[in-house]
Every structure is written in C-alpha cells, then in structure tokens.
C-alpha cells in the first residue's frame, strides 16, 4: 500500500447528482463531456492538466508575483529553476504548451515538412498541420496492443526512424519526442532510446526537441524500470535526458504542479532570439510570456517539488492501484500503467459497438450517468481525420482517467473503480454515439453526438 505524502490544508466541496439530475446535463450538454459545468461532476478525470493542487509553498510564492511588464524577479526565479534543474541557458515563458508549440511551429515547420515523433499529442499535431506540415509516429509496434508489457511503450522505432530520416531528412527540421506519450497511455520513453534517437538527429542534422509536460513522471519510470538508473536520483536523470536535446516546450500545468502555465527552453542563443520575436507577436514580453508574475513563482516552486521521489512514488501508485482494481475485475487498461492517468480499451469493454460509433466516447458519457465521473475519450475523435484521406487516424479507443496530482484520495479512486466495474457488468446492453455536429478542428473539444 502507498500513503499520501501530504495532508489537506484546504477542502472543496464536491457534490454527486441525483442519476436522473446527470441525465439531463449529459443529454443538455451534447453527449460532450467537455460541455458539461464542473460543479455538475462528482470525481473530474477529464485531464490532469492545470488541475492540481498547490502546495503551501506555491501558495506563499504566488504573493512574491512581481507584476512588472519587462524584467520581473519573478522571470528569474523560473529562469533559475529551468536552468538548474533541465540545464538549458535560454527560456521563455508560454501561457501553456499550445502557445509554446505555435511560437515553435511557427519558426521549424513549413509547407510540406514532416516532424516525427512517437506519439505527438493532439495541440501538437494541430500546430504542425496549421503550418502546413505533417506529424508523422515512429512509436514502437508494442504501444499498440494493450496487454504488452513493454516498460517503455512510449519509445522511438529507432530503426524505422533511421530508415526514414536516410530518405526523407531534408523535409524534416524537428524530431519531437513526448515525455511521458500522453496519446499512447502515459507511456514513457528509456534513457536508451532517447540517446539513439539523439544520435541519429546529430547523424542527420535535425533539430531533437522533448514535448516535456511530464517528464519528471517519465524520469521515475527511468528510475524504476531501467535498472542501470536504478540508483540515480530523479534530478540527476531529469539532467541526462535533457542534455540529449536541442531544446524542449513543456505544459506547466502537468509537471510543473501549476494551475496554468508553460515555457520553452533552448541551448542555441540565436534560435532563442528567434522565438522570442514569435512570442512578442503571440504570448506578450518575452519575460513574462503571457503569464502573471505570480504564476512565475509557482512554477518555479512546483517544478522542483515534481522531482521529489516520494511525491512520484505516490502519484505513480496512485494511478496503479485504480489500473488493477480495474484489471482485477476484467476490464482491460492500456499496461503497463501509465504516468497520470489509466487508459480502458473501450473497444474491449463493449465489443457490440462498431468502431464508427465510438464506443470510447460512448462509455465516457455511461462512466459520467453512472457515477457522475468525467472521463475523456482518447480514440479517434482526439485523433480526428487524416486531411488526405479524410478518414479517422487509425489506432486503439480509449478512455483516459486522468489523475489530477494532489487532488483525490484512494476513496475517490474506490468510487471510479467501482462505477466501472457496475457498467461492465451491463456492458452487452450499452450503446453507441454519433456525431450530430463535428467541429472541423480538433473535434473532441467542441463536437455534438447522440446515442447512435
Ligand atoms: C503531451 C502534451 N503536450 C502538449 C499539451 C498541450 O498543453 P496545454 O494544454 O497546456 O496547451 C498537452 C496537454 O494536455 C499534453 O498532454
């Protein structure tokens, strides 16, 4: 059994609906969990992104924001912790990932250029299309099938992403890899595998970039399943990893333990002076980035609490003990499990439904009327449609509960578990969906559906 390394200072009411009140906003709300009102939902799982608890120490750093417009206290203390902790000299804020990949897409991908990846996420690869480029995956047959226990799902095909870049390497300006594979299960990548890939972008001279939202999770997985690391600590690890890149973006919300948040950081002075003329056009004054000097200070707090080992040891277990609650009672997850959050295979819990009616999306809306949980669908609405073949990206039908950090206790947990295992009971009754209104951009934001 793992024990929570803090206690509650604070406490927010939380309130669960009547099943007929959680009809009504479902059906009110367009079958779209995205639409319904927090206050509306009992235990939120929808993402782990910007929805985490702060610590007392991120507390008493928000009253030390300083507000100014160029040059804050506040810049410097982040500066700091970016430069020590991921050793890159230059850094600039973002007001969240999206920002930071629009300023990095803006200045590496043009018309017809390719960036690989394993997996990227979806604001990823919507900004690398806006450009006019293509994400393509090199992630490892193994992070397609569920059951296999591959400790690093998250890894590069090396050989498949030589194959490629031999051919293609003049279309190619950034090899992205995303720490921990949000898209695959919050699977990470090895030290090993990030050095091949390391490797042959200096071979091909293309630019090695992390998409880093969780990497301090990826570092424990590196910890815990690579043996040669097994006694390094998670700072030093954070450390070799990053020194295998040119640069990286990270989402603050999830690793940096804040509440919004992101910010790039580069090791090439005149790549810097180039992005940060993309964030004066986009996020504001390059030392603030879109960001209040208060939100600065927390980040630079939560950042260097993320890599504390019992708080990952915690958040990581958490996240197992929900997986095999599930497991134990038949219902198949997405393993091993992940960094922040357990996958369900949709598609498996309700084989009846045709893959064209959704069954992710359709047993995220049943998890919300049975126990007033909000879920995600991680499938091909996430994925949305190739824009050559006009078809959904192929690939598995998950639903993600994504575990804010610091929130919920093993009693939160017991409740999503046992609400699960109600509805596989009744799985062979359960129906489909069907788009009523599908947004062209990034669909699972904004999209309307009805039971098919
Ligand atoms: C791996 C990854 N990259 C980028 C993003 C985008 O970050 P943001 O939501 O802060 O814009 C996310 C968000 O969930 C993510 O998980």
Known sequence: M???PYRNKTVEPIRLLTRSQRKTSIQAAHYNLFNLRSE???????TDSGTGAMSDTQWSALMRGDESYAGSKSFFRLKEAVNSLLGFEYFIP??????????????????GQISPGNIHFDTTTAHIEFQGGTAKSFVIPEANDPDNMHPFKGNFDVEKLEGFLKTHSKNVSLVIATLTCNSGGGQ???LENLKDVSRLCKQYGVQF????????????????????YKKWTIRRILRACCDLADGLWMSAKKDGLGNIGGFIAVRNEGLYETLKKYTILFDGFPTYGGLAGRDLEVLAVGLKEATDIDYLRWRTGQVAQLGMWLEESGITCIKPFGGHGV?????RFMPQIPEDQFPGQALSVYGYIEGGIRSCEIGPILRGRDPKTGKHKPGLDLVRLAIPRRVYSMNHMRHVADTF???????????????????PL?????????WA
């Open 40 to 46: 509306d939902i009992y235990i939120d799982l929808l």
């Open 209 to 228: 970039f992390f998409d880093a939202a969780r990497i301090t999770e990826n570092a424990y997985f590196i910890k815990t399943r690579e043996a040669e």
């Open 421 to 439: 295992i109600a509805l596989k009971k009744s799985a062979g009754m359960l129906r489909g969906m069907k788009f009523t209104y599908e947004a």
């Open 94 to 111: 973002a007001h969240q990932g999206r920002s930071a990949e629009l300023v990095l897409m803006s200045h590496f991908v043009g018309k």
């Open 2 to 4: 793992i024990y929570e």
């Open 343 to 347: 996958y369900i295979d949709a598609r």
């Open 188 to 190: 990470p990548v090895s």
């Open 442 to 450: 990034l669909a699972h934001f904004s999209s309307k559906f009805d």
